[in-house]
């Protein structure tokens, strides 16, 4: 995922982004006054279901078994009470090599889900169900649906009952094709270009209300600027050591940093780990409140 979105090389204003852009997603669904309401609107639209209490997990991580495994950071990870887990993800990658490893990489976003659920000796018929949700501004695999609903099942036997409670939808806010309730055509297009006047309904009418109160919000009109400053930055350095300096340059604007947790951050050599960590740290009040947040999503 790319932290800061752009136009045409340029960082992009706040005030003009729409919510298929990751930053303004993430501001609004871990918003500590909006974000319930407004996950809980966009899922129940998508899955024309009514959404139960949401708890919001910012920038759910698992890392890789050892250094040299890959993990996986989720853009906006989703825990409904008991029902189920929803991970959210808004793409705007329009590349053929993007599109064409989605499904694999949507493979290894169950795995570690489903990994990270099962508690040792727990039995699995208590792995939850899992909804991962691709919002795309491309189309995916070129058949202009709004929503490609992906789930396992035998080849041999198509209409076997096979129920492992896993599931993939690809909203792709341009499709036609499918007959998709007016509902979420709305929302389709509300998501894409996040103005005014494509808020013609109540819902998205109050959605749009909590939309300009988080751009308004002068905690994340901060957290933005710290964004562009650390973006810059890597850039420039274009390595982990970069990255690290960055994080440790933000907890010391918020006070003191443990000898231990420094090392911990300058030994961090895995790269999407310390995207995660960047964003955490640009939101924590203090060392010890990073150091939480990093150890409860470990």
């Not at 792995?127 to 035998?154: E, Q, S």
Request: hydrophobic residues 35%.
């Amino acid at each position: 995922m790319v932290f800061l979105s752009r136009t045409g090389g340029n960082m992009k204003r706040l005030e003009d982004m729409n919510l298929v852009d990751d930053f303004l997603a993430y501001s609004l669904t871990i918003h500590k006054t909006y974000g319930e309401e407004a996950s809980r609107y966009i899922l129940g639209c998508i899955l024309q279901k009514k959404i139960r209490h949401l708890v919001v997990v910012p920038q759910k991580t698992w890392y890789g078994e050892t250094p040299k495994s890959h993990g996986v950071r989720l853009d906006i990870y989703l825990d409904e009470e008991d029902g189920e887990l929803y991970d959210l993800e808004p793409d705007q990658n329009k590349s053929a090599d993007d599109a064409e490893v989605l499904p694999r990489r949507v493979r290894f976003y169950h795995s570690k889900i489903d990994a990270g659920n099962l508690a040792a000796g727990e039995d699995y018929k208590v792995l939850r169900n899992v909804v991962v949700i691709f919002i795309t501004t491309y189309d995916p695999f070129g058949l202009n649906r709004m929503i490609y609903t992906i789930k396992n099942g035998c080849v041999e036997e198509p209409g076997l009952a096979y129920e492992d409670g896993a599931r993939t939808i690809f909203l792709y806010t341009k499709g036609t094709k499918g007959s998709p309730s007016k509902e979420l055509q709305l929302l389709a297009r509300y998501l894409e270009h996040s103005t005014a006047e494509n808020a013609g309904t109540a819902g998205l009418a109050r959605l749009h209300e909590m939309v300009m109160e988080v751009k308004a919000d002068r905690e994340v009109g901060l957290a933005y600027m710290k964004a562009i400053e650390i973006e810059k930055r890597i850039r420039e350095e274009g390595r982990a050591e970069g990255r690290a300096e960055a994080i440790l340059d933000l907890l010391g604007e918020a006070g003191c940093i443990s000898e231990e947790l420094e090392k911990r951050i300058r030994e961090q050599k895995n790269l999407e780990i310390l995207r995660s960590w960047q964003r955490l740290a640009a939101k924590a009040g203090s060392a010890e409140e990073f150091e939480s947040l990093i150890l409860r999503n470990s």
